[in-house]
């Protein structure tokens, strides 16, 4: 059964600090992907990323960036130079998928990590 | 504009009583889902939909039923509810599969006494 950690309930930063949140998946299939989601205070659900296990080369989008090695089976995202707009949930996710790529229907989210950037 | 749409938003109801949260697509994607999200579990797989008339269970499907006799709607139905159904509840569709990224609803805030 696929499975994802993320141990950090809360993290506490001041602006512009740079931060890491950790992600750790178990999946027995070669071929998964794998998914950032930010919820802001507002509660609604945005997606920041996905990757394949396919395409381990690390991503950057401004002031975000995600490392994917598969090696550690981790997908860790770093924003740098925080900003108060920053604080939310962040989520991990994994979804398993057949050897044509075809997903099974199942995505998996982590505990969710609670970011505050403090002004 | 492309949305998810659920209602209602917010539902409080008592223990017992059938109820039912609607979920709407305008983006003729043919895959959706639920979810719910309680604090420190993060978001859990209630079911999915791959198609129309196609549906199975995630992780956490127990005093859950849907049906998806149509592209665009999803409902997720409470036959009996109970107190440990209370949750924040997201629905979300994606073009095939769960490897697009997903398109979230509002949320609906539910509540059972």
């Known amino acids: 059964a696929q499975k994802v950690t993320q141990a950090q309930t809360e993290i506490s930063v001041v602006e512009k600090e740079d931060v890491t949140l950790d992600c750790v998946y178990e999946?027995?299939?070669?071929?998964?992907?794998l998914f950032w989601y930010k919820q802001p205070p507002s509660g609604e659900l945005v997606f920041l990323i996905r990757?394949?296990?396919?395409?381990?080369q690390n991503e950057i989008s401004g002031r975000y960036s995600w490392n994917f090695q598969k090696s550690t089976s981790s997908f860790n995202f770093t924003i740098t130079a925080s900003q108060v707009v920053d604080s939310a949930v962040y989520f991990c996710?994994?979804?398993?998928?057949?050897?044509?790529?075809?997903?099974?229907?199942?995505?998996?989210f982590g505990q969710g990590t609670i970011l505050t950037v403090h002004p | 504009e492309a949305q998810v749409t659920q209602n209602p938003r917010y539902l409080i109801t008592v223990t017992g009583k059938k109820l039912t949260v609607t979920c709407s697509q305008n983006?003729?994607?043919?895959?959706m889902s639920w979810y719910r999200q309680d604090p420190g579990l993060g978001l859990r797989q209630i079911y999915y939909?791959?198609?129309?008339?196609?549906?199975d269970k995630g992780d956490v499907p127990e005093g859950y039923k849907v049906s998806r006799k149509e592209k665009r709607n999803f409902p997720l139905i409470l036959e009996s509810p109970s107190p440990n159904q209370t949750s924040l509840y997201f629905c979300?569709?994606?073009?095939?599969?769960?490897?697009?990224?997903?398109?979230f609803g509002p949320g609906t805030r539910l509540t059972v006494t």
């Open positions: 996710a994994l979804s398993e998928a057949r050897a044509g790529g075809t997903s099974y229907g199942k995505l998996t």
């Open positions: 990757r394949n296990s396919f395409d381990e």
């Open positions: 983006m003729n994607h043919e895959y």
């Open positions: 979300a569709s994606s073009v095939t599969g769960t490897y697009y990224e997903q398109y």
């Open positions: 999946t027995r299939d070669t071929t998964y992907y």
């Open positions: 939909s791959m198609n129309v008339e196609v549906t």
